[in-house]
């Protein structure tokens, strides 16, 4: 008859899951590592395993219970923000901003951006741009104290698509150039002197993975000045 004796069976379940916790951490770090050179959906599945790994693992921790499922919970938690914010993914940034012409009374002006795509996958954009010559407004305070920022979310929410159809594909470490028209505008006699703002919101929409991601941008700058400012509001 065999026997085994418990000294023997307790080190051998010990040992489980320190090797677990042991390989766990081997996959987060390898997994991390290589996350610019694999699929972010592969990527995902092996911090997923890793998780796994680590949560049995933690049973070689002598700890109530109740702690133990709150470390697991946070664990997966942090998995899902690890995989969010640094699995392989489109970025797009504004990356410039010149105001190429001027609006008169008659004719209308114009304002060029430049969005850029600082991540490591290809996007396929869409959104809205709207630009207007308003009151003079040297700081984002006096935008804030002039009820701008209702006054432009009602005007982006108004704005025509860009593109019209279809969308505009962005390929890692590229950029697109989008025109934006400035209406004609009675204070278009009192840029000469400095005295009106031209403002510009805009937002894109691309997929990211399973998500959408919104982003919105709004600038100001007063001529004769080339200087854009950020608006204390509509930016992330």
């Not at 395993?49 to 133990?68: D, E, N, Q």
């Not at 003079?136 to 704005?159: K, P």
């Not at 593109?163 to 209406?183: C, F, W, Y």
């Not at 691309?206 to 930016?235: E, G």
Request: aromatic fraction near 8%; charged fraction near 15%; proline fraction near 7%.
């Amino acid at each position: 008859m065999l026997s085994f004796s418990p000294m023997t069976s307790t080190a051998a379940s010990t040992r489980s899951p320190g090797v677990a916790l042991i390989a766990g951490g081997i996959a987060v770090a390898a997994s991390v590592a290589g996350r610019e050179r694999i699929d972010p959906w592969l990527f995902g599945v092996v911090l997923l395993i890793a998780w796994g790994l680590l949560s049995y693992g933690l049973s070689v921790l002598r700890v109530a219970r109740p702690l133990r499922w709150l470390v697991i919970v946070t664990l997966f938690a942090l998995t899902v923000v690890v995989w969010n914010y640094t699995a392989r993914q489109p970025r797009i940034q504004l990356s410039a901003i010149r105001a190429q012409k001027l609006p008169s009374t008659v004719l209308p002006g114009r304002v060029e951006l430049v969005f850029a795509n600082d991540g490591s996958l290809p996007a396929d954009v869409v959104g809205s741009a709207v630009a207007t010559l308003g009151p003079l407004f040297r700081t984002g305070d006096g935008l804030v104290a002039g009820g701008m920022e209702a006054e432009e979310s009602r005007r982006l929410e108004q704005a025509a698509r860009v593109p019209a159809e279809g969308a505009l594909v962005i390929t890692p470490g590229k950029s697109v150039r989008v025109n934006v028209d400035i209406p004609p505008s009675e204070r278009s006699w009192y840029v000469g002197s400095g005295q009106a703002t031209v403002l510009v919101t805009a937002r894109v929409r691309y997929r990211d993975r399973l998500f959408h991601r919104d982003k919105v941008f709004c600038l100001f700058m007063t001529p004769p000045s080339s200087h854009w400012q950020s608006c204390p509001f509509l930016n992330n």
